[in-house]
């Protein structure tokens, strides 16, 4: 079972992928040499886009304060917060604090977030110390009934019924809860695509080299490595069609952007000269 600590680290590893990716996004002048005054900058501009409630109670939590436009001059005077946010994403140092965190997650838009939603969503992992709510108000019944015995014959014909029912019920739940929440999956690279295993699994596929298991990422998932040849057609219209990153001196090639799943670096699009000098 995967513990509080696990999924944390995870959860951080999720983050710092996700950020290799928006450093090519539409904020990407905010983050490809992020800074505290740029990163706090940010910040106001994805609380503006936001509905999330837990985006905005995260802010209170590590500002002491709720964020509306009116605010600005007080969040300004307290952009040195940002600074261990601007140092894990530059990976200079590490972050502890949960809240800090999920800041962190909201400026690069990493979902799901926060912790506790990824947490759940991703192990099956309910926060610690929290309890199952009831709303005692909308039911009449006492929380505790006292029944008489039943006839010996009675009894047990009652628990040949239930012992039935709960396998129905118990077939019915799996199929429900597979058709509408499917297990959470996570993902694992496999020589040249992405695999979804379970988030529990270990080297599942049987493969000599084991790589991380790491979170469901849609767009990452669909990252394919491909061979290339001077007959490949790089370029359509202007733009690149494939990317790369190299690895022991040497190009890999990829069919889309992301971050290269062995190195954890950023893919680029390809380059004439790149194909000048490693292709043709």
């Known amino acids: ?33 992020p800074s505290r005054a740029k990163l706090r900058q940010l ?46 994403l530059k990976g200079e140092t590490d972050l ?8 962190t997650a909201l400026l690069v838009n990493f979902k799901p977030r926060p912790f506790r939603v ?9 926060p610690e110390n929290e ?3 009831t709303n005692k108000e909308e039911t009449n019944e006492p929380s505790i009934k006292i029944q008489k015995p039943e006839p010996r014959k009675n009894f047990k014909k009652k ?9 129905g019920l118990t077939s019915i739940g799996y199929t429900a809860k597979t058709i509408i929440a499917p297990e ?20 599942q596929l049987g493969l000599l080299k084991q790589h991380d298991i790491i979170p469901f990422d849609e767009h990452q ?27 022991d001196g040497e190009p890999e090639f990829f069919n889309t952007h992301g971050v290269h799943p062995e190195t954890g670096k950023a893919l680029k699009p390809v380059s004439k000269y790149i194909i000048e000098k490693y292709v043709e």
């Open 131 to 133: 309890e199952l709510s």
């Open 1 to 33: 079972m995967t513990t509080r600590t696990e999924s944390l680290e995870a959860y951080k590893k999720a983050i710092r992928a996700h950020y290799e990716i928006e450093k090519q996004g539409k904020y990407s002048s905010f983050l490809i040499n």
């Open 159 to 167: 628990i040949a019924i239930g012992v039935l029912g709960l396998i």
């Open 184 to 203: 959470p999956q996570c993902m694992q690279w496999q020589k040249k695509h992405y695999e979804v295993v379970d988030c529990n699994g270990e080297n």
């Open 96 to 103: 502890s604090d949960i809240e800090a965190i999920n800041i």
């Open 221 to 247: 998932s669909k990252l394919i490595k491909i061979e290339v040849s001077d007959t490949t057609t790089f370029f359509k219209n202007g733009k690149s069609l494939y990317w790369y990153c190299k690895v």
């Open 118 to 126: 990824f947490n759940t969503n991703s192990f099956g992992v309910q």
């Open 43 to 88: 910040c106001e501009e994805r609380l503006k886009e936001s509905n999330e409630k837990e985006d905005k109670l995260s802010f209170n939590l590590v500002f002491g304060f709720e964020y509306d436009a009116g605010n600005r001059n007080k969040l300004k005077s307290l952009t040195d917060k940002f600074r261990p946010i601007e140092t894990f």
